[in-house]
């Protein structure tokens, strides 16, 4: 696997991959870039026998601020129909739903804030470890435009329960990490300093353990869990997400 990306930094570390998303000076926004590059890594580690875990992660003050909002006036200036924003948010969708499905392990590392889009990437990993310091939020009713970035609804449902996330959806109320655990949305908070130390405790006996089982063992929860609600309702997320972003766009002009 190739390690030399403009927007993400990919470390091999043997039975360990750590993938950073790496746009500090914009919090680590999710653009069309980030998704074409995180969706070859994903890609990549399909077909990789020896990688037994992925860890996720961003570089400088935070995790993700969400998706890249600089770039949505931009796509529609060069297709007024918004076909490519569509082809945007369906890559979105597909960068999620591989990360629900890949065989080895994923691990969201995070810090910072952790803001829409970028929430919505830390909850298709299996495991979430946060520092005291994390900040969450689901902003997307207070910017006009519905929860549909990546398939992500029913997977945080399913994680954190349908009463919980449509008081967070409805309200766009920001949450502290302790509240995020409270909620399943992260299984562990750490001091910052203790973070790297709480993902090794979780990567060093993941990586001994066998492949094989590690992925029956990920495809039986995953047949429990929403990838055939991800799948069915794909499409329909991305149409009302490019129907609601060319919407507030143009009402700005």
Known sequence: MRTDFKTLRVTDEGPILRVQLNRPDAGNAISSEVLTELLEVLRALEDDRFVRVMVLSGTGDHFCMGGDRAE????????????????????????CAALSQLGVVTIAQLHGDVIGAGLGLAVFCD??????????????????????????????????????VR????????????????????????????????????TKPIARRDPTTMRITKSMLNARATAAQLSASGSFDDELLTAAISRMNLSRR
């Not at 200036?77 to 960068?95: F, N």
């Not at 902003?139 to 349908?162: D, F, M, N, S, T």
């Open 167 to 202: 008081r967070l959806l409805l309200t766009a109320e920001k949450f502290d990490a302790t509240r995020a655990a409270q909620l399943s949305i992260l299984h562990e908070v750490v001091p910052s300093d203790d973070l790297e130390a709480a993902v090794i405790r979780w």
């Open 72 to 95: 949505f006036p931009a796509l529609l200036e060069q297709d007024l129909s918004g076909t490519a924003l569509r082809a945007v948010a369906a890559k979105a969708h597909r960068v």
């Open 127 to 164: 495991l979430r470890v946060g520092a005291t310091t994390c900040r969450f939020r689901m902003p997307e009713v207070g910017l006009g435009v519905p929860p549909a970035w990546g398939g992500v609804l029913p997977r945080l449902i399913e994680e954190a329960g349908q009463a919980q």
